[in-house]
Nanobody, 128 residues
Framework: QLLFVESGGDLVQPGGSLRLSCVASGFTSSYYTVGWFRQAPGKEHEGVSCIDGSGGSTYYADSVKDRFTVFRDVATNTVYLQMNNLKPEDTGVYSC?????????????????????WGQGTQVTVSS
């Protein structure tokens, strides 16, 4: 099973920024497509941003384009999500998942994971 430890969530005002971290545990995440997903209360998971193993291909949901940036640090086996100009609708639990087969668009398009399971995630709350 592929395990991640997510961190960096916080309470932030609208317009603020956060950087989320997703550290892979027990495997090399650069061999996988990794996705950031969020779940708002009462809603299903939504793929927010995904990055392929090389870091050369990324995907963003329309709702976060030009505000969020996904990137990876191979040396620390970490995938980051830089979130700028946060909005109240960005509120939710953000989790990571990985897949060895899916490309970035297919990865982010999942509502249920083809492989693995959702982690604990990290809570992001955008509110004044």
């Amino acid at each position: 099973q592929l395990l991640f430890v997510e961190s960096g969530g916080d309470l932030v005002q609208p317009g603020g920024s956060l950087r989320l971290s997703c550290v892979a545990s027990g495997f090399t995440s650069s061999y996988y497509t990794v996705g950031w997903f969020r779940q708002a209360p009462g809603k299903e998971h939504e793929g927010v941003s995904c990055i392929d193993g090389s870091g050369g291909s990324t995907y963003y949901a329309d709702s976060v384009k030009d505000r969020f940036t996904v990137f990876r640090d191979v040396a620390t086996n970490t995938v980051y999500l830089q979130m700028n100009n946060l909005k109240p609708e960005d509120t939710g639990v953000y989790s990571c998942a990985a897949d060895a087969i899916l490309d970035v668009r297919a990865m982010c398009g999942q509502k249920t994971l083809r492989f693995g399971s959702w982690g604990q995630g990290t809570q992001v709350t955008v509110s004044s």
